[in-house]
């Protein structure tokens, strides 16, 4: 299970702003390790190998990370909607 806390953007106009997302940082809470993935790395840990991903917003609410594919078969990850607004992606600071 890891934490994203922070993304990397490229810099481009996509037809979806979280393909635009080039990276994510994160860190494991059960032992402090951190470490960066590419939106590629992050969706195939999430979809083919079952990883658990998240994003916590100040609250300590937590929305799950899922993998997804836009029209144009790029692959990314995004929050599962839940009740919270404040859990969004894309609101995370930049790595």
């Known amino acids: 299970m890891v934490q994203v806390t922070c993304i990397k953007k490229d810099h481009g ?3 979806n702003p979280y393909v635009a997302i080039e990276s994510l940082g994160w860190v494991d ?3 402090g390790r951190r470490g960066q993935s590419t939106r590629e790395e992050m969706y195939d840990w999430v979809v083919n190998k079952n990883g658990f991903a998240y994003v916590q917003d100040i609250f300590g609410n937590r929305a799950k990370l899922i ?3 836009s029209p144009r078969g790029n692959h990314y990850v995004k929050t599962v909607a ?3 607004k404040t859990d969004n992606l894309l609101k995370l600071n930049e790595c």
């Open 82 to 84: 839940d009740e919270t």
């Open 67 to 69: 993998g997804a594919t």
């Open 29 to 31: 809470p059960a032992d």
């Open 13 to 15: 106009n996509h037809e």
